[in-house]
């Protein structure tokens, strides 16, 4: 079945940085969808990507579906505290699409 | 803004009970699924469900569990005889009018086997 990769696994990075994170897939997807998970909550929906080559904006995160369509990236500009959590993409899944398969996430801490 | 909402938000139950878990997904979404996360990994698919039947499913979906939408508006996961393993958040989710519609989460049920 469809295998996502994301990097980094984790990253530590100064209040007000700029955060780069990437997702790859075995296989070319159709839509992207980028969520983010506080402790004891369910994945929050931040970004959704349709067609190769997009690139959407939520405020201050920035995603893009890759041009391969394996893969896509999230970035964060000037990080504030409420960033940490963990971020996971997500691709179509399963034999006909009709489910979401997610990658292990990026963990993210925002140092003050 | 409309939300999945799901109970209870913690069942403890033991090995070898039933349990329920119960989800409200967004009123006029037409797919709905269950994922689980095992503490500290990642988020698991388990079934779909469109037009009151299974579209798929998982290995992990084996015949311990089954789901139904038994009016307009629950939509249930059980677990027929529960396993130490099966401990994990449970996590409903819904979707509009496609299938590659973005999935909404409800905030998720943790379910502890002992």
């Known amino acids: 079945g469809q295998q996502l990769n994301q990097s980094p696994q984790s990253m530590f990075i100064q209040e007000g940085e700029d955060v780069s994170m990437n997702c790859t897939s075995s296989?070319?997807?159709?839509?992207w969808l980028w969520y983010k998970q506080d402790p004891g909550e369910g994945p929050v929906l931040l970004i959704a990507l349709y067609k190769a080559g997009e690139l959407t904006s939520n405020g201050r995160l920035t995603a893009q579906f890759g041009i391969t369509r394996k893969d896509s990236f999230l970035n964060i500009s000037a990080s504030i505290p409420s960033d940490v959590g963990i971020y996971f993409c997500?691709?179509?899944?399963?034999?006909?699409?009709?489910?979401?398969?997610f990658g292990p996430g990026t963990r993210l801490s925002v140092l003050p | 803004e409309p939300e999945v909402t799901q109970t209870p938000s913690h069942q403890v139950t033991q090995m070898g009970q039933e349990v329920i878990l119960r989800c409200v997904p967004i009123s006029n979404h037409l797919y709905f699924y269950w994922y689980r996360q095992i503490l500290g990994q990642k988020v698991e698919f388990l079934v779909s469900f469109y037009n009151n039947e299974i579209s798929e499913k998982s290995e992990i979906f084996d015949d311990q569990f089954s789901v139904e939408r038994p009016d307009g508006s629950n939509f249930t996961l059980k677990i027929r005889s529960t396993k130490l393993e099966d401990s994990a958040m449970y996590f409903c989710?819904?979707?509009?009018?496609?299938?590659?519609?973005?999935?909404?989460f409800g905030n998720g049920t943790r379910l502890t086997v002992t």
């Open positions: 989710a819904s979707s509009g009018d496609s299938y590659n519609s973005p999935l909404h």
């Open positions: 296989s070319i997807f159709n839509t």
């Open positions: 997500a691709g179509p899944g399963g034999s006909y699409g009709q489910n979401f398969v």
